[in-house]
């Protein structure tokens, strides 16, 4: 077992590697020749009690390990047919290939949308007030919706599978080496995009192939009952409307939490579909400034503390309402995925030297909650999700504008004449954005509201008129889970299907759903190794 040493220093000290070396020395009571070789495990920040300190751990006894060891194993050739269809080009599905090519697998990877460089076309189409492409935007494309959402790392799943490894993978193609050590480690929307190009790369380089404009239509299922599977799956070519079938021994479906037509397909072809809790909301953006003095204190805007983030969490009538994707030094951006409906999401570079913060501010919504709105089925949290976007888009304006209140004026029950400066290139219409969460037909807004109050106690300053709330945060997680066997991990009612990441309903984040790609590939590649079905 490694021995391991933990020191508390000042920022200034922090970031000074004489200053650690010296600090260590005196903590293990050694002189600088006899400081044996150190390596830092995890490097946080504690800002509790208005006390700023910078959290290291060290491994004693260890050297840097070099960039050809990160991630082993490395991927295979895979040369011959594909055994595997994966759908969805997102974390889950390209670590799901990336788990296969390790172990000699051969896969094809189809996404709907356009590779990223493509893609970046369309975002910026978005942002210009230009119309939603349904098939390339901020959810559907090479990387998935996390690709242009801050790409933050920081997950609570340990216990899921190899954290590690992921993040490994990722610092091996590209990200940077402080992800291996920050306790909320962050890649940049400007760095992920690259990060993911190079695996993509490096597995088109062993054999894996790629398919980007390939829109899934059917999930091909022979069979009854128990022995139901699915053994082809139905492309559309989103440019040409050509239709394609490919059959598959085994299929991963990792189409991400906005690729709601994939409920209905899977639906269709047998899979079991259940309610899953899930939160809505709005983005709270403030001034980056004020979220620095308000978390740091006199050691605000220091170098080695960077923008300050927050977490915060309160329970409001036996709900949780609480912060979601919070992005210093972000943007927020338009996430729609259709015309009719209004989504808004957080990123940031990796700089995050944007002047604003913002967060989601989402409530917790439980099955509970749209039965007593009259919703019943699989796809009632589809619907109320609905609701709320259709409301925003229409309070918008059109044109990708989202509806927007001052934190004083959502505090005080009334509509915005003006809000303040905002990242969110489209514009905001000033409204009021209580309208879209009621739309839900449940007290959301009441909610945030009672909750804010709390927030901005703990937080002085929380409930500036610089602040805005901006709608609406309605893709916080998939509404719909789809059942699956929790050993083969295969879909209930259809076999030779695997589910997996956020659209499945099992992960909560980039991580998450790239460690769920991963769990996949195992199962799938011991029974294609052994033979099985």
């Not at 260590?24 to 150190?38: A, I, M, N, T």
Request: with cysteine; aromatic share 4%; proline share 6%.
């Amino acid at each position: 077992m490694t021995d391991t040493l933990e020191l508390d220093l000042e920022p200034s000290a922090a970031q000074d590697p004489d200053a650690q070396r010296t600090a260590l020395c005196r903590k293990l009571g050694v002189s600088q020749d006899e400081l044996p070789p150190v390596r830092l495990l995890k490097r946080s920040i504690d800002a509790r009690r208005g006390r700023v300190r910078v959290h290291l751990t060290f491994a004693l006894g260890e050297a840097e390990p070099l960039p050809s060891e990160l991630g082993l194993p490395h991927p295979q050739e895979v040369r011959g047919p594909a055994a595997v269809v994966i759908i969805g080009d997102g974390p889950a599905g390209l670590f799901a290939a990336y788990g296969l090519a390790r172990a000699g697998v051969a896969s094809i990877v189809v996404d709907r949308g356009k590779p990223v460089q493509p893609r970046r076309r369309d975002l910026k189409l978005l942002n210009a007030r230009g119309g939603v492409d349904p098939d390339s935007n901020y959810c559907f494309g090479e990387g998935g919706a996390g690709t242009y959402s801050d790409g933050k790392l920081y997950t609570r799943s340990h216990k899921r599978g190899p954290v590690r490894d992921v993040l490994e993978i990722l610092a091996l193609h590209g990200a940077p080496a402080d992800i291996l050590v920050d306790a909320r480690p962050h890649i940049g929307s400007n760095l992920l995009p690259r990060v993911i190009s190079s695996m993509r790369e490096r597995l088109e380089a062993v054999g894996v192939e790629f398919r980007f404009g390939q829109r899934l239509v059917e999930l091909g299922a022979v069979g009854q009952g128990p022995e139901r599977r699915i053994e082809s799956v139905s492309l559309q070519n989103v440019d040409s409307g050509a239709i394609e079938q490919l059959g598959a021994r085994s299929v991963v479906l990792a189409t991400g939490h906005s690729a709601r037509d994939v409920f209905l397909l899977a639906e269709r072809a047998g899979v079991t579909l259940e309610a899953k809790d899930f939160a809505l909301g709005l983005r709270i953006e403030h001034p980056q400034g004020l979220i620095d003095r308000i978390q740091f204190g006199q050691h605000a805007g220091h170098p080695a503390l960077g923008p300050a983030s927050y977490k915060l969490v309160e329970q409001v009538e036996g709900r949780g309402v609480f912060s979601f994707c919070m992005c210093p030094g972000g943007w927020i951006v338009p996430a729609s995925t259709d015309a009719e409906h209004l989504v808004v999401n957080g990123m940031s570079l990796s700089k995050r030297n944007s002047p604003h913060a913002n967060s989601g501010l989402v409530v917790a919504i439980s099955r509970a909650d749209w039965a007593a709105v009259g919703l019943e089925g699989p796809l009632a949290g589809v619907e109320i999700q609905r609701r709320a976007e259709r409301e925003a888009q229409r309070l918008g304006g059109g044109e990708n504008r989202a509806p927007a209140t001052r934190v004083s004026d959502f505090l005080a029950g009334r509509a915005s004449s003006a809000v303040p400066e905002s990242s969110y290139l489209p514009g905001l219409t000033p409204s009021d954005v209580a309208v879209c969460l009621d739309a839900t037909g449940l007290p959301l807004s009441k909610r945030i509201r009672a909750a804010l109050r709390v927030f901005s106690r703990r937080m002085k300053g929380f409930d500036t008129n610089d602040g805005v709330l901006v709608g609406v945060e309605s893709r916080t997680s998939s509404p719909v889970r789809m059942v699956r066997d929790p050993e083969s991990l295969e879909a209930v009612g259809a076999r030779g299907l695997y589910p997996s990441g956020e659209g499945a309903g099992y992960a909560g984040g980039i991580v998450s759903a790239a460690v769920d790609g991963l769990n996949v590939a195992i199962q799938i590649a011991a029974k294609v190794t052994h033979g099985g079905a």
